[in-house]
């Protein structure tokens, strides 16, 4: 499985975590010795790079709609070759920590 495949799947999961978790009362969690606890910050980064999968679907020849109505995608994002797995951590780590 590709970096980027793996990436999207945690990035799906992190969202649907956030909005769980965003819906319910984190403050009523608390431990033993009465501190709160919980998820304080999330955050998600997505590729500034994509391309339309309308264009991908003219590009590649398939039948017009394979891809924005098959599979609901407007848009496919990839990252560059000066990015890897560590840097996109090392991005959201830094947007993290900065708010």
């Known amino acids: 499985m590709s970096a980027l495949a793996v990436g999207a799947a ?3 999961l992190a969202s649907e975590a956030a909005k ?5 009362n984190l403050s009523t969690m608390t431990t033993t010795e009465g ?3 919980g998820i304080l910050a999330i955050d998600v980064y997505t590729p ?3 391309i339309s999968q309308s264009d991908l679907e ?3 020849g398939i ?3 394979k891809y924005t109505l098959g599979l609901g995608q407007e848009g496919l ?3 560059g070759d000066a ?3 560590n840097s996109l951590a090392l991005t959201v780590v830094h947007s993290l920590l900065e708010k």
């Not at 769980?20 to 319910?24: A, E, G, N, P």
């Open 63 to 65: 039948p017009k709609g």
């Open 77 to 79: 994002g990839f990252c």
């Open 48 to 50: 500034s790079t994509y």
């Open 83 to 85: 990015e890897d797995i």
């Open 20 to 24: 769980r978790f965003s819906s319910s």
């Open 35 to 37: 501190k709160n606890v």
């Open 58 to 60: 003219e590009h590649s």
């Open 10 to 12: 945690v990035g799906a």
